[in-house]
């Protein structure tokens, strides 16, 4: 007898946090489920599952500044970020990536299912502009297999983030 995975087009979507948090606040958005490869987190692989441009799937991505803290950069799946410009915008002097082992305790997020709505606690949020550019974003929904599409402008409102071109 053949196996055949679960198709994520007809599983039954569970509510995640930040959809809980956009509910609450009336916003409107779509789940939006994708089949997820273990092996390729990708926000490449995401777009070619959701069957939508690369530009409009973003990535959420954690840094940590050498005077500010955390900060967040929320950016095109085809893009990477610039650490200078990053630091700038953010009021530091310079920044990195943090380690995937404290991604989970900083934020509540694992890498692959990183949202930038209901971190644990409201960190600074930079969306690169061209967010604008669309009617609709994906960002994570908080776990893999899951997105969000999103008026951008609902996003940037909801969660209190800055445009920049990052």
């Known amino acids: 007898m053949e196996y055949y995975p679960p198709n994520p087009k007809f599983m039954k979507i569970q509510k995640t946090n930040a959809a809980r948090l956009l509910d609450a ?15 390729n987190l990708a926000a490449d692989h995401v777009a070619a599952e959701l069957g939508e441009p690369i530009e409009q799937v973003f990535k ?14 929320v950016m095109p799946g085809d893009m990477e970020v610039d650490l200078k410009v990053a630091a700038k915008i953010s009021g530091n002097k ?23 709505i209901g971190m644990k606690k409201p960190l600074p949020t930079f969306i690169y502009e061209s967010a604008l550019l669309y009617d609709y974003i994906y960002v994570s929904a908080g ?10 402008k609902d996003l940037i409102d909801f969660i209190g983030a800055d445009i920049y071109p990052i």
């Open 143 to 152: 776990m893999r297999g899951l997105q969000i599409k999103i008026a951008p």
């Open 25 to 39: 606040a009336g916003i409107s958005y779509e789940l939006i489920p994708y089949e997820v490869d273990e092996d």
């Open 94 to 116: 310079n920044c990195a990536m943090i380690h995937m082992k404290e991604l989970l305790p900083e934020t509540g997020y694992i890498r692959g299912g990183c949202s930038p």
């Open 60 to 73: 959420t991505l954690v840094l940590r500044g050498d005077k500010n803290g955390l900060f967040v950069c």
